[in-house]
């Protein structure tokens, strides 16, 4: 930074460039404290060839080494993807109510979001609603908050849930990914795919009636289906609960319908066809 920079210039350079980071989806610390790396002493250079010392002892035979130093504890190794779906699986089997399955996934270190994210996003709204939305994961928001669907998509969701005679205290809301991925980038398959028995789960104990899948990753995740969402949003389907089965229909995601307007008359269909569902 030019050093020619008053305080206040300086203060406005780096609150700019936070915001700049911000944007790039830079917004994760990865260590709980900050490090001055210019205060640290400078680690001292390698010499460009080893002390002869070094290399005869590595060049002897094994058991006329001189002792080695104990190695660091090793860090613990995380599960492979397939054991981490298997133990999702079991661990969502095992939760008998909605409160033992949140209980459950605080404590589940299968994955790997749960690292960068602040915290849990269990469900908002009410469990014993007749309608279940289901959105993707969490964005910056609902990660502070710990609520599904609170920021700008959320609040498109209230009045969209509005213009039908809906609100939280009638619906219940959750996503696939209950921990926001870093930058707010999609869940990967894999990451999807680790958080689906507890998705499933939750809604076998809530119970809904009426499914309702936002955005394609959501629908494609639970619906089974691989065309795109335009392709396949209003049309009604088969949801398997476990306990069983129910009316299932995908819709656009709120973000998408925030960056692209014009398919809010899509939308509107999908939610009269909703309102209709329920009064039928
Ligand atoms: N988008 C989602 O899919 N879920 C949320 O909770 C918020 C935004």
Same mark, same amino acid.
């Given at each position: ?51 002869? @010392? ?15 130093? @104990? ?8 599960? @492979?993807?397939? /054991? ?24 589940? /270190? ?19 609603? &007749? ?12 990660? &502070? ?40 980038? !999609? ?8 958080? =689906? ?20 990753? @959501? ?29 299932? =229909?995908? !819709? ?6 925030? &960056? !692209? ?13 909703? &309102? ?5």
């Amino acid at each position: 930074m030019n050093a020619t920079l008053d305080k206040a210039s300086r203060d406005t350079a780096a609150a700019e460039l936070l915001a700049f980071y911000a944007e790039a989806g830079v917004d994760a610390m990865l260590d709980e404290t900050p490090h001055n790396r210019f205060g640290e002493p400078a680690a001292e250079a390698a010499p460009a060839v080893r002390p002869k @010392s070094q290399v005869s002892d590595e060049r002897r035979p094994a058991r006329h080494r001189a002792p080695q130093p @104990s190695a660091a504890p090793a860090a613990p190794v995380p599960p @492979s993807p397939d /054991e981490a779906v298997m133990a999702a699986r079991e661990a969502a089997r095992s939760a008998a109510t909605l409160d033992d399955l949140r209980a459950i996934l605080m404590r589940f /270190e299968g994955c790997t979001l749960k690292a960068s994210a602040r915290q849990l996003v269990f469900a908002d709204g009410n469990p014993e609603g &007749r309608v279940m939305f289901v959105g993707e994961a969490p964005g910056a928001e609902e990660d &502070r908050e710990g609520l599904p669907f609170v920021g700008r998509s959320g609040k498109l969701l209230d009045q969209m849930l509005k213009a039908i005679g809906l609100d939280r205290t009638g619906v219940y809301i959750a996503n696939i990914v209950p921990w926001r991925p870093p930058g707010n980038r !999609t869940p990967t398959p894999q990451e999807m795919a680790i958080c =689906l028995p507890f998705i499933l789960r939750q809604i076998e104990l809530a119970d809904p009636d009426i499914l309702v899948c936002m955005g394609g990753p @959501s629908s494609q995740t639970l619906l089974g289906f691989k065309e795109g969402i335009r392709r396949m949003r209003g049309n009604w389907m088969t949801f398997h609960t476990g306990k069983r089965e129910i009316r299932a =229909l995908p !819709t656009f995601h709120p973000a998408y319908l925030l &960056r !692209t307007p014009l398919e809010k008359r899509f939308a509107w269909r999908d939610f009269l066809a909703i &309102r209709k569902a329920l009064d039928a």
